[in-house]
């Protein structure tokens, strides 16, 4: 492995935000998609699911609200997703740099690891409401009732009756989710780089095609991780106030009761459909910044 360019947090923090907008651009419609299939109402008995799959809810999408109705919703996460991922990857670059006794310390797969858990810690934040948001659009364009017209006045509704903790809903099963599902997104992005460069040349050197596979790998393993919470987190930030007094431990129950251990992988199909390309141009979109900020500012 060759010697490693000393660490800025300030670079990470602007390309991180524009391989966030990436992200949003090329996954939101399977985002839709995966929300949908993880709230979707139990059907009455003899009756059969809204949705049957991945492509039966894609193409209902489509055939009722066209392209559109794909990226209902996508204002919360592009707002959001610009400081949320240059604050993700600020807090992978700090991490890096918290476990350096100098700039040419190689870390170890562990430490790239609590590196990432660390950007995790920092993105929650953001991430609570915007996802919060989120969600509920997503499911209110699917069941036809226009309860919010927009981000902002969703934000407004939820904060005029339950205040800045029904904004914050979630943020526990955000973080369950997040912390060990960012650690492995970074550590697997970081040995897929180090796996793909060659013998004496520098990770600056990876070409495009390589990137694109590093990066999308890193999302299909990081919400390996995260579906299990993250299907919690939707059923939850969604549910009507109060029908879990309990929080998770009520959301599981009802989940394993009802539906068995297999609908903690809901959406699974629509997610890694989605982690891939999304993820692959996230990580292009971060390391072309990159070489364009190293390039305008070398001592930034």
């Known amino acids: 492995m060759s010697k490693q360019q000393a660490i800025s947090p300030g670079k990470n923090f602007l390309a991180g935000g524009f391989g966030g907008m990436c992200l949003v651009f090329t996954g939101h419609p399977l985002d839709t998609i995966k929300v949908r299939l993880q709230t979707q109402p139990k059907p009455k008995p003899g009756a059969a699911l809204m949705y049957s799959g991945t492509i039966d809810c894609f193409k209902k999408t489509l055939a009722k609200e066209g392209v559109k109705g794909l990226y209902k919703g996508m204002a919360a996460p592009l707002i959001g997703v610009t400081p949320m991922f240059a604050v993700c990857f600020f807090g992978f670059g700090l991490g890096k740099k918290l476990q350096q006794k100098s700039p040419d310390d190689i870390l170890t797969y562990p430490q790239l690891f609590a590196a990432g858990m660390l950007s995790g810690v920092f993105t929650t934040a953001i991430m609570a409401p915007g996802e919060r948001i989120k969600c509920l659009l997503q499911i209110q364009a699917a069941s036809g009732e226009a309860k919010y017209a927009g981000a902002l006045d969703c934000a407004k509704q939820i904060y005029r009756e339950s205040g800045i903790r029904g904004i914050y809903r979630g943020t526990a099963l955000t973080l369950m989710r997040d912390l060990p ?120």
């Open 181 to 300: 599902a960012s650690g492995m997104y970074f550590m697997t992005y970081e040995w897929l780089k180090n796996l793909l460069t060659p013998a004496g040349k520098s990770h600056s050197e990876l070409s495009v095609p390589s990137i694109l596979f590093a990066g999308g790998m890193a999302g299909v393993f990081n919400w390996a991780v995260a579906i299990p919470p993250d299907v919690l987190k939707s059923r939850f930030q969604t549910a009507p106030m109060g029908k879990y007094p309990n929080g998770v431990r009520d959301v599981l129950r009802e989940l394993i009761r009802e539906e068995g251990v297999a609908s903690l992988y809901k959406g699974f199909t629509a997610v890694m459909l989605r982690a891939f390309p999304a993820n692959a141009a996230c990580f292009l979109g971060f390391e072309l910044s990159m070489k364009l900020l190293n390039w305008a500012a070398p001592n930034l």
